[in-house]
């Protein structure tokens, strides 16, 4: 008799050791969801109240019609992703009439940290770079915007690889000449470049350092010191609260994905001064993508007198920093100075990244700034009403599925409602944890996504069950048709979840505020149900498969031969022939 294949044996033989995972993790995230204090789901603005803040748009001195639909979405656009992160926080930004923003803030959220964000306009500066490296003390490799050229001059790319590795290849001059860099920065001197070649050849650096250096340079040489980008809260605080006429420390993301940290000097040019910036496709020279820049009268003067100073240095002292709401964005630098009142800004873009970098200029120089015209506190009564009204429809929608299949699928029954609480205690407790991990809330359309879901894993086991009562339908016995139907049954479960999956994905990506609620709770349930239906509905029918009840068929099992329409007893081995005794023969 043929040995069973190995694979089929593996996914017969061992379905408690599957069902051992999912339990063990299941029970993980319960003691993770408790261990973190959050027990409960977050709870959106329309469900638990919160803040709802007008802001009220205001040119700036000395500009004119800066109050237009254009800018008022970018500012939009701005504040939506200063207070949403990932998108899924529920906090809410939207344009009111001509002038008006409102802002709504779940409750939960620091409302106070989320009134500076959203009330501050956004900042931005050409700071000259006085040193840089990988956070974590690694030498800094070049980017895309950082080997960008301010004159596009072809040349001048590839000169600042070499530039950047001479300058970083020693320890002991780096550390000195940031001492010196960050010194020359507060007293202004336009030559930091020299005090670069005399750091080098020092052979003491921590006596020279403690020559030169002032409290507040020690004070900002400690602070890049202790900066690690890679922290979202360090990121943060980098530069709070600094002013535009002092030197500062701050983060930005190079092309590899690592972040750097910079000491910069003092802003020689503000986001104002740029009258307009645009992506253009270079079609002369190396075809590619760049962004040009327009200055102001005043504006082409500072440039051009902060690149003729840069241009006179060594790297990293020839960049200047673009920095927006205290993150560096670009770190181009410069090879001559540029006297015309324009610049452009080369590289190794694609579209979306020259784009995206023009797009932050432009709104640096939005000549707007926005004032609290009014704060108010919302109330969660009217959501109170409708989240009961939503739950017990869901929990009469849940009841009719429990009672349909009671009375269809009888025993079977037990391993759909079995599926459906571990898939319910999964999606809570994950709910529980995205709360505090990426700022996701739970409100009413999101309510109605988890309904929505129920019917999603609902189909799931049915699926199944009816594939394995056409195996049975065609005379195989409980265990082999299990696992003949299995396959099939797979199949047309992944392919209904990727459809499902896919649609939420594409509501998420195009909607925007409460909808991107419904879209991401689909998107959610829907991967879960896939791990419920591998890793605890096919093991269970598994074991089950063996006990007396499902595998003879008995007539509560759901899986009766006579309500099938199959004649007893069901096929369960091939029939030998009777040995013949030769003798007798």
């Known amino acids: 008799m043929a040995a069973p294949k190995k694979g089929r044996q593996g996914t017969q033989g061992r379905p408690g050791r599957t069902l051992a995972l999912i339990l063990i993790a299941i029970v993980a995230l319960t003691g993770g969801m408790f261990a973190s204090g959050h027990t409960t789901p977050r709870l959106g603005i329309d469900l638990a109240g919160g803040t709802s803040i007008t802001l009220q748009a205001k040119n700036e001195p000395g500009q004119k019609n800066a109050i237009n639909k254009t800018n008022m979405d970018t500012a939009v656009d701005i504040m939506n992703r200063r207070v949403n992160g990932l998108g899924v926080s529920e906090a809410e930004v939207q ?6 923003i409102i802002v709504n803030i779940p409750k939960g959220t620091n409302s106070k940290q989320a009134r500076e964000q959203v009330g501050t306009t956004a900042k931005l500066y050409f700071r000259p770079v006085l040193t840089t490296e990988v956070s974590g003390g690694a030498a800094a490799s070049p980017s895309p915007s950082a080997t960008g050229s301010s004159s596009a001059s072809p040349s001048a790319d590839s000169g600042k690889e070499s530039e950047k590795a001479t300058s970083s290849s020693s320890p002991t001059s780096s550390a000195t000449s940031q001492g010196r860099a960050v010194t020359d920065a507060l007293k202004a001197d336009p030559t930091p470049s020299k005090t670069t070649g005399e750091s080098s050849a020092s052979a003491s650096p921590s006596a020279s350092a403690s020559e030169s250096v002032d409290p507040a340079t020690a004070k900002l040489q400690a602070e890049y010191t202790a900066l690690d980008c890679s922290k979202k809260t360090a990121r943060a605080k980098a530069g709070d609260g600094v002013k535009a006429s002092d030197p ?113 200029l432009s709104y640096g120089a939005l000549p707007l700034t926005f004032t609290e015209a009014s704060v108010t506190t919302v109330t969660a009564a009217l959501g109170g009403e409708q989240l009961e009204a939503g739950l017990i429809a869901g929990a009469i929608g849940l009841a009719l599925v429990i009672i349909y299949l009671v009375l269809y699928y009888r025993g079977l029954s037990l391993i759909a409602i079995a599926s459906l609480l571990v898939s319910a205690v999964m999606t809570y407790v994950i709910m529980s944890l995205l709360g505090p991990t990426i700022g996701f809330a739970l409100n009413l359309p999101a309510v109605c996504g988890a309904i929505v879901a129920i019917g999603i894993t609902a189909d799931s086991f049915i699926v199944f069950f009816e594939r394995i009562r056409d195996e049975i339908r065609e005379g195989r016995s409980m265990r082999p048709a299990v696992e ?25 990506v195009v909607t925007v505020g409460k909808v991107q609620g419904f879209a991401f709770t689909l998107g959610l349930t829907t991967l879960l149900d896939v791990v419920v239906v591998f890793t605890f509905t096919k093991p269970l029918m598994t074991l089950l498969a063996r006990r007396k009840f499902f595998g003879e068929g008995h007539k509560w099992s759901g899986l009766d031969p006579k309500r099938l329409g199959v004649q007893p007893p069901l096929r369960r081995t091939r029939r030998v022939s009777a040995p013949v005794d030769t003798k007798e023969a």
């Open 95 to 100: 344009t009111q009439g001509s002038s008006n």
């Open 248 to 360: 500062t420390v701050a983060c930005g993301q190079n092309s590899q994905g690592q972040w750097q940290k910079y000491i910069l000097g003092p802003a020689e040019v503000e986001g104002t001064d740029v009258d307009k910036a645009s992506a253009v496709f270079d079609t002369q020279g190396a075809a590619g993508w760049k962004v040009t820049m327009d200055f102001t009268g005043k504006g082409g003067k500072k440039f051009a007198s902060i690149t003729g100073k840069l241009a006179q240095n060594q790297s990293p002292q020839n960049q200047f920093a673009i920095v927006l709401d205290g993150e560096v964005v670009s770190d181009p630098y410069v090879s001559q100075a540029l006297t015309g009142g324009t610049a452009e800004i080369s590289g190794s873009f694609d579209q979306q990244e020259s784009e995206d970098l023009a797009n932050m």
């Open 484 to 508: 003949r139907a299995w396959p099939r049954a797979r199949r047309t479960i992944l392919v209904s979840d990727f459809v499902s999956f896919l649609a939420a994905a594409v509501l998420f």
